[in-house]
């Protein structure tokens, strides 16, 4: 009796230590859109790094709505995850749900656009801003100094759109290139072909486009076929389409992010803060120019 009273305290005691580390090896990613390939790839690095790293990891998408956003970290915190990677919707709008996150004391993360307010505890993401000027000078080499560009902007509100704007037009006035339009199409390839096709319209004699994504490059690339023009085209992120499109000759670059390693950083990082260890503020993700 005694030996079998002995097993079941010791199954007890098992039960309780196994139930205890599930939830502490539950975290979470709350992406902006999963309808787009570049953040299905960010997700995917995170779940590969959760899985090898032993983490039990909760997927959300947020649909690029700030109040779906807002609503999926107010679920996290009652589902009692330990630390929370976000890919803001809206780098203002996020700081309601990093504060939420901040009251029940879970450590947030930033992936490839930062939170202007909020306690975030490390931000991981290209550097943006060398990203647009990289596409500016590529730009340049090709066409030449005084070349008349386009360029096709992100959503405006997040850090992406606003650093990699501010990256190219450092170029464009380090180069003596002549903007002649710059327009949201909000990161969205149906937007970006009918922005382009007015933007061909009312500006015929355009050289160049600056997408700030792969995705706005594709649509863009629709248009000017149409149109029948030889314009060049950069886009921005590597995605697995727009790196086709440069390899077919379609696109001439692409800025190629590592959204995967964005992905497997965040977790990575977010198990040095649950283990107590110390971490950089802002963690830097390599880029590089893709070209056929």
């Known amino acids: 009796m005694?030996?079998?009273?002995?097993?079941?305290?010791a199954a007890l005691i098992s039960s309780t230590v196994s139930f205890a580390a599930q939830a502490q090896d539950t975290m979470a990613i709350v992406?902006?859109?999963?309808?787009?390939?570049?953040?299905?790839?960010?997700?995917?690095?995170?779940?590969a790094k959760a899985k090898e790293l032993g983490y039990k990891l909760i997927v959300l998408d947020s649909q690029n709505d700030p109040s779906k956003e807002?609503?999926?970290?107010e679920d996290l915190t009652v589902r009692g995850v330990k630390a929370i990677l976000i890919n803001p919707t809206d780098s203002d709008a996020v700081s309601n749900a990093i504060r939420i996150a901040n009251r029940a004391n879970i450590p947030v993360l930033t992936l490839d656009r930062g939170a202007r307010r909020g306690d975030v505890v490390s931000h991981i993401a290209s550097d943006n801003v060398a990203g647009g000027e990289m596409a500016g000078r590529f730009i340049m080499e090709k066409v030449g100094e005084k070349a008349k560009v386009i360029q096709?902007?992100?959503?405006?509100?997040?850090?992406?759109?606003?650093?990699?704007g501010e990256g190219f037009m450092k170029a464009?006035?380090?180069?003596?290139?002549?903007?002649?339009?710059?327009?949201?199409?909000?990161?969205?390839r149906t937007k970006g072909l009918n922005v382009m096709e007015n933007l061909l319209?009312?500006?015929?004699?355009?050289?160049?486009?600056?997408?700030?994504?792969?995705?706005?490059?594709?649509?863009?690339?629709?248009a000017v076929q149409a149109s029948g023009k030889n314009v060049l085209i950069v886009g921005f992120d590597g995605?697995?389409?727009?790196?086709?499109?440069?390899?077919?000759?379609?696109?001439?670059a692409t800025i190629a992010q590592q959204p995967?390693?964005?992905?497997?950083?965040?977790?990575?990082?977010?198990?040095?803060?649950?283990?107590?260890?110390?971490?950089?503020?802002n963690i830097p993700v390599p880029l590089k120019v893709v070209t056929e």
């Not at 005694?2 to 305290?9: M, P, R």
């Not at 992406?31 to 690095?45: E, Q, R």
């Not at 807002?70 to 970290?73: A, D, G, T, V």
């Open 201 to 222: 319209a009312a500006n015929p004699d355009v050289q160049a486009v600056f997408a700030q994504n792969d995705e706005m490059a594709l649509g863009a690339l629709r």
């Open 2 to 9: 005694k030996k079998i009273a002995t097993l079941i305290s």
């Open 239 to 252: 995605t697995e389409d727009g790196i086709a499109a440069v390899k077919r000759g379609k696109l001439a």
């Open 70 to 73: 807002l609503s999926n970290i």
């Open 152 to 164: 096709l902007e992100g959503i405006a509100g997040t850090s992406a759109a606003r650093e990699r």
């Open 260 to 281: 995967d390693l964005i992905g497997a950083l965040g977790v990575e990082t977010a198990d040095k803060v649950l283990k107590g260890e110390k971490v950089e503020k």
């Open 31 to 47: 992406v902006s859109t999963l309808n787009n390939p570049f953040f299905v790839s960010m997700k995917d690095g995170a779940e």
């Open 172 to 188: 464009v006035k380090a180069n003596d290139m002549d903007l002649l339009a710059s327009q949201p199409a909000d990161f969205d």
